[in-house]
């Protein structure tokens, strides 16, 4: 696959110095903590998470057993035209269906799907529909469906973790990540992970604790306005399903996988990571093209490994000097950790939604001749994609934006669950401290690395 620049590119003229936007987003954040000190003196957000019933007809529709069927076989047909167009299609990327929709429609599109409209990945999902089909299956057939052991909680989602840093190694570290062979056997290797998990430890446990795409978009869904509760679709202000504390281990881990490896996406296209890859070259200039390949990506794992830890350290320094400024004894990492769920997703459109509008064009073409064989399957092979439907200053400033709002969105978080469980109010903007200088460590480091990338 052809991966197009994430970053601002060739962006050099703009009007201000690049070094305007890191003061002005710095500033932004000192100004909105200001406010939320003196304006938010009570929890709102988990108050409200519940929201307002849609009509029961509508929700009736968008969670009838037919549409999440449909929707089922859908998605499953999906992975089947996947996992065959990978093993058995052209081994050309950018005439092979795979790589363009699973690195750009599927890891680009679902997270904005579940950011506007919810955990639409529940019903989405085609190892979750393959486990529900088999599960229907053996029920019709007079037996029960139950698992092999018992999900005790103890693994909280560090598997899911694993999954997802899998993953995104596969696309940051391994020198042909699109290859779609590669491609068709990473897939298949996950297939068996997100089911083999859910025979053993059944559907719902394994999918809110172990299939790490179901973990990433449930938190991602929690900032939109629609979720289903209790059998019904309700209507929220964004963001209020990330009010209240997140006790589940290893959620501090996962969030880390997906911030620290968009960060290290921005860091890998710098001089500074290219020029060390090339000296690792030049040092086995003398050996095989597989000891090279091998080199490159045991660094690259590396330095995504050290990416997602200094998030984690960082936002570990910051809860510890929160816990110092109010004198408190327990923990504050379940407190503070969904705040980082806002800025995540600020990460992925800011690297991301140019690629998104720009390759995910080509989708239209390889959805006729997903196999590259010639065919024209819809009549849609000679559609030309529009290559300059953003300019790179747009993009730039989308960005900016993006990223700001992020991190905005993740001080109120933070601020409204300080309110909630520090009795008094001195203590709960004392508690935020660190975390703005967080946030603006976050936003300030994004943007170089966009600006760089």
């Known amino acids: 696959m052809s991966v197009l620049a994430h970053g601002i590119g060739g962006v050099r003229d703009l009007p201000v110095p690049e070094s305007f936007f890191f003061t002005t987003a710095a500033?932004?954040?000192?100004?909105?903590?200001?406010?939320?000190?003196?304006?938010?003196?009570?929890?709102?957000?988990?108050?409200?998470?519940?929201?307002?019933?849609?009509?029961?007809?509508?929700?009736?529709?968008?969670?009838?057993?037919?549409?999440?069927?449909?929707?089922?076989?859908?998605?499953?047909?999906?992975?089947?035209?996947?996992?065959?167009?990978?093993?058995?299609?052209?081994?050309?990327?950018?005439?092979?269906?795979?790589?363009?929709?699973?690195y750009v429609i599927f890891w680009l599109g679902l997270p904005l799907l579940s950011v506007l409209f919810g955990n639409v990945w529940r019903a989405l999902s085609p190892w979750r529909a393959l486990a529900d089909g088999a599960v229907w299956v053996l029920e019709r057939g007079g037996r029960e469906a139950r698992p092999?052991?018992?999900?005790?909680?103890?693994?909280?989602r560090y598997p899911a973790a694993v999954a997802l840093f899998a993953f995104v190694a596969l696309e940051l570290a391994h020198p042909s990540p699109a290859a779609p062979r590669t491609l068709g056997i990473a897939a298949a290797l996950y297939t068996y992970?997100?089911?083999?998990?859910?025979?053993?430890?059944?559907?719902?446990?394994?999918?809110?604790?172990?299939?790490?795409?179901?973990?990433?978009?449930?938190?991602?869904?929690?900032?939109a306005p629609f979720a289903a509760r209790e059998g019904r679709v309700v209507v929220r202000w964004p963001f209020t399903g990330l009010g209240g504390s997140e006790p589940t281990r290893g959620?501090?881990?996962?969030?880390?996988?997906?911030?620290?490896?968009?960060?290290?996406?921005?860091?890998?296209?710098?001089?500074?990571?290219?020029?060390?890859?090339?000296?690792?070259?030049?040092?086995?200039?003398?050996?095989?093209?597989?000891?090279?390949?091998?080199?490159?990506?045991?660094?690259?794992?590396?330095?995504?490994?050290?990416?997602?830890?200094?998030?984690?350290?960082t936002y570990l320094g910051a809860v510890w000097a929160a816990r110092a400024l109010t004198d408190t004894r327990r923990s504050l990492v379940p407190d503070f950790v969904l705040p980082l769920v806002p800025i995540a997703a600020a990460y992925l459109v800011a690297h991301y939604f140019?690629?998104?509008?720009?390759?995910?064009?080509?989708?239209i073409t390889l959805a006729s001749d997903p196999f590259g064989r010639g065919w024209d399957l819809l009549g849609t092979i000679?559609?030309?994609?529009?290559?300059?439907?953003?300019?790179?200053?747009?993009?730039?400033?989308?960005?900016?934006?993006?990223?700001?709002?992020?991190?905005?969105?993740?001080?109120?978080?933070?601020?409204?669950?300080?309110?909630?469980?520090?009795?008094?109010?001195?203590a709960a903007l004392r508690s935020q401290y660190p975390m703005l200088a967080l946030m603006v460590l976050y936003t300030v480091g994004g943007l170089w690395l966009l600006s760089r990338g």
């Open 354 to 363: 140019s690629l998104f509008l720009i390759q995910g064009q080509f989708i």
């Open 193 to 223: 992970w997100a089911l083999a998990g859910m025979v053993v430890y059944g559907r719902e446990a394994w999918t809110r604790h172990g299939e790490g795409f179901a973990v990433a978009f449930e938190l991602l869904s929690r900032i």
């Open 148 to 156: 092999v052991l018992e999900w005790t909680g103890t693994w909280g």
């Open 382 to 426: 000679d559609f030309a994609p529009n290559l300059a439907i953003v300019s790179p200053e747009t993009v730039w400033y989308a960005q900016v934006v993006a990223l700001v709002v992020g991190h905005v969105a993740g001080l109120a978080i933070a601020h409204d669950r300080a309110v909630a469980i520090f009795p008094s109010r001195g």
């Open 27 to 102: 500033i932004v954040l000192v100004v909105s903590f200001v406010l939320l000190g003196a304006l938010w003196k009570r929890p709102v957000l988990e108050a409200h998470a519940g929201g307002r019933a849609l009509p029961g007809g509508l929700s009736a529709l968008l969670l009838s057993r037919g549409l999440r069927v449909v929707l089922q076989v859908l998605s499953a047909a999906l992975l089947v035209l996947t996992l065959a167009t990978a093993l058995f299609g052209t081994t050309v990327e950018l005439l092979n269906f795979a790589p363009t929709f699973v």
């Open 251 to 313: 959620t501090l881990v996962f969030v880390a996988v997906m911030l620290g490896s968009t960060s290290f996406d921005g860091f890998g296209r710098t001089p500074t990571w290219q020029n060390l890859l090339s000296d690792v070259r030049a040092d086995l200039a003398g050996s095989s093209q597989r000891t090279v390949d091998l080199a490159t990506t045991f660094t690259n794992v590396a330095g995504l490994a050290a990416f997602v830890a200094l998030v984690a350290v």
